[in-house]
């Protein structure tokens, strides 16, 4: 089976600052996949970045790099230089390998980003 | 919009009625998710599809819940004899293959 945990149920950030979502994982899986995806009040899941379990180098896509740490099994989220618009809730998801193609996602951490 | 396409986005009916629910997937995606959210919970699965194959099942799919995926494009997503406990966030994804899974904007059902 395989778990996420998000530990931060709210997070709160300045304008301009980086701001650090923390991941934890449990799988029994040799090979996975971790994603981040974004929720704003809409409700559409929007994709944020991928890692996976045999890449070399921690995955980055504009303002947002996955920190990656298989020993200590976290795929903490790093949003650099936060904007208005990254308030929404994050969440954290794992996708194994071997137990085909479906996300097991975490509850989510509510970024609120203030002027 | 190329997107995925969820239709309707609300939906509110009684306990006792059924509700049919529409996924349109971005167009050459072969894979198709059925997800549900409840209020400040992350996405559960419910089943997914390759093609027009319905691969795989959650045990929270319960003998009122199927789903179809005729001619492998749009899927639908019948809750026969809704009770309470089915209101939630319907959520519908696709992929292309094992990559990453994009999102409509969901269907929230509520039954009174």
């Known amino acids: 089976a395989q778990k996420i945990t998000q530990t931060q149920p709210g997070m709160f950030v300045q304008e301009k600052e980086a701001v650090t979502l923390d991941c934890t994982y449990d799988t029994s899986d040799p090979s996975y996949g971790l994603f981040w995806y974004k929720q704003p009040s809409s409700g559409e899941m929007i994709f944020l970045i991928y890692?996976?379990?045999?890449?070399?180098q921690n995955a980055t896509e504009g303002r947002y790099s996955l920190n990656f740490q298989k020993a200590r099994k976290s795929a903490n989220l790093v949003i650099s230089a936060s904007q208005l618009g990254d308030s929404a809730m994050y969440f954290c998801?794992?996708?194994?390998?071997?137990?085909?193609?479906?996300?097991?996602f975490g509850k989510g951490t509510m970024l609120l980003v203030s002027p | 919009d190329t997107g995925v396409s969820q239709d309707p986005r609300h939906k509110i009916t009684k306990r006792g009625q059924n509700v049919t629910f529409r996924c349109d997937p971005i167009s050459e995606h072969n894979r198709l998710y059925w997800y549900r959210q409840t209020l400040g919970q992350g996405p559960e699965f419910l089943t997914y599809f390759q093609n027009e194959a319905q691969l795989e099942k959650s045990r929270l799919l319960s003998d009122r819940f199927s789903a179809e995926r005729p001619k492998g494009s749009f899927s639908t997503l019948e809750i026969q004899r809704t009770e309470q406990g089915d209101s939630a966030m319907y959520l519908c994804?696709?992929?292309?293959?094992?990559?990453?899974?994009?999102f409509g904007q969901g269907t929230r059902l509520t039954v009174v």
């Open positions: 890692q996976g379990s045999y890449d070399q």
């Open positions: 994804a696709s992929s292309l293959g094992t990559l990453e899974a994009f």
């Open positions: 998801a794992m996708r194994g390998d071997l137990g085909g193609s479906t996300l097991t």
